[in-house]
């Protein structure tokens, strides 16, 4: 009898280490180790420039913090300053930016300072593929308006 117990008890372990191999072997690795709310990289006091093709610089994009989610395809920025080659400058608490609909938004207050004047808003949305830009409430603008005599 001793035998018997001692030979269904092997079985049983032998049972269960073949199905812990069956369902190791057919989970996917990458989905247990990265979520999709997982920050995968972190920037502090950062800055980055984007150059053109002909050399000079055609943006330049800093702040405090960039937080990256690779599953998200996002990247939020706190204390966010963008400025182009243009003399175009915008400045927020807080933009985020998604690399699949290439929006950039906030719900923060958005200073935008231009050669010809200054726009302030609270809330912002950036279609980048349309050229598109809404500022959504609270918006005051002050121009330079050039007389011609």
């Known amino acids: 009898m001793k035998h ?10 032998i049972l269960l280490i ?9 989970t996917d690795i990458s989905q247990l180790t990265m979520e ?11 800055s980055i420039m984007a150059i053109k093709s002909d ?10 913090h960039l ?14 300053k963008i400025e182009t080659s243009a003399g175009f400058k915008l400045q ?6 998604d690399q699949t609909t290439r929006e950039i938004s906030t719900d923060a207050e958005v200073f935008i300072t ?9 809330g912002l949305t950036a279609k980048l593929d349309d050229n598109l830009l809404k500022l959504d409430s609270n ?6 308006v050039n007389t011609v005599k």
């Open 4 to 13: 018997l117990l001692a030979l269904v008890v092997t079985l049983i372990i």
């Open 18 to 26: 073949t199905q812990a191999e069956d369902y190791l072997g057919k």
């Open 36 to 46: 999709k709310d997982q920050i995968d990289y972190y920037l502090s006091d950062f």
């Open 55 to 64: 050399g000079t610089v055609g943006y330049r994009l800093s702040g405090r």
């Open 67 to 80: 937080s990256h989610w690779q599953g998200k395809r996002q990247s939020r920025i706190i204390a966010a």
């Open 92 to 97: 927020s608490d807080r933009l985020l930016y």
């Open 114 to 122: 231009s050669p010809s004047g200054t726009t302030q808003s609270t």
């Open 139 to 144: 918006v005051r603008s002050t121009y330079q």
